[in-house]
C-alpha cells in the first residue's frame, strides 16, 4: 500500500542530536510518509511534563504517536513505522551481491528467517554495540574537558574494536547487513558506526565497514539526521 495514500498522522518527540531519534527520523524519510516533530529532552525538556509522562513513562526519547496509538523505544519504532508504511524502498548504488540502482527492497522483510535476521542485528546495536560506544561518545562530546576520563575512553575504544572486526568481516561480502538489498537493520546499526567514526579517535581499519558506510550516506533519507554534526 502506498504510504501517502494512508495520510498518517504521525508525531515525532525528541531532538535530532538524540541516535534514538535519528534511527526513526531516517526510517521515516526513508518511507517517505509525512510527518512533524517537537524537540525534546536534554535542554528542550519536555520529557518531563506530566503529559509526556503519561505517554512515555521513561521520561526519554524518542516518542511517536500515530494518531492514538503512541509507542516508545527507537528500534521498536524504526520496526513499527517499517513493518506499517514500509514496503519498498529504491536501492542506492551497486551491489556485492547484486543489488543494482533501481533495485527494490523489503524494508520490513517478508520472509520471516529474513526478518529475525533484521532483527538480530537490531538487538545487537543496542544490547551491544551501543553500550560499547556510549562511554566514548559521552566523554568526548558531553561531559567538560577538565572531567574527561582517559581511562573511560580507552575502555570504550577497547570494546568497539572487536564488534567493529565482526561487522567488517560480515560486510566483507554483503552490500548490506542483509546481503544485495537495504532493510531496517541497517538503520540502528548505521547510526551508531556514523557516530563511531565521528568521534576525534585514530579512524578504525575497516574497508568493508567503510564501504557500507559510504554507501548509507548515499542514501538521500540520510540527509538532515547524518549529516548533522554530533552533539
Known amino acids: 500500500m502506498n504510504a501517502a495514500a494512508l495520510t498518517p498522522r504521525l508525531h515525532l518527540w525528541g531532538r535530532l542530536s538524540s541516535i534514538n531519534v535519528r534511527k526513526v527520523v531516517w526510517a521515516l524519510q526513508e518511507i517517505g510518509v509525512p510527518f512533524t516533530r517537537t524537540d525534546a529532552g ?12 503519561a505517554q512515555n513513562p521513561n521520561r526519554l526519547v524518542p516518542l511517536l504517536q500515530d494518531a492514538d496509538y503512541t509507542l516508545w523505544e527507537s528500534n521498536v519504532i524504526v520496526r513499527y513505522l517499517c513493518a506499517r508504511y514500509g514496503g ?12 543494482g540502482p533501481g533495485a527494490l527492497e523489503a524494508l520490513y522483510p517478508e520472509d ?9 542485528w537490531m538487538d545487537w546495536q543496542q544490547t551491544t554495540l551501543n553500550p560499547a560506544g556510549s562511554p566514548a561518545f559521552k566523554q568526548l562530546f558531553r561531559t567538560p574537558p577538565e572531567q574527561r576520563q582517559p581511562a573511560l575512553i580507552e575502555a570504550s575504544r577497547a570494546a568497539m574494536a572487536p564488534l567493529i572486526d565482526l561487522l567488517n568481516t560480515h560486510l566483507a561480502t554483503r552490500t548490506w547487513l542483509l546481503g544485495q538489498h537495504f532493510t531496517m537493520a541497517d538503520i540502528p546499526v548505521a547510526c551508531d558506526v556514523h557516530r563511531w567514526w565521528g568521534l576525534p579517535l585514530p579512524a578504525p581499519q575497516a574497508p568493508h565497514v567503510q564501504r557500507w558506510l559510504n554507501a548509507i550516506l548515499a542514501r538521500p533519507a540520510t540527509r538532515g539526521v547524518l549529516d548533522l554534526p554530533l552533539s
Open 42 to 53: 536534554l535542554a528542550y525538556g519536555v520529557v518531563n511534563d506530566a503529559a509526556y509522562a
Open 88 to 99: 519498498r524502498a529504491p536501492a542506492q548504488g551497486a551491489g556485492l551481491a547484486g543489488g
Open 112 to 120: 520471516l528467517q529474513r526478518r529475525f535476521d533484521a532483527e538480530r
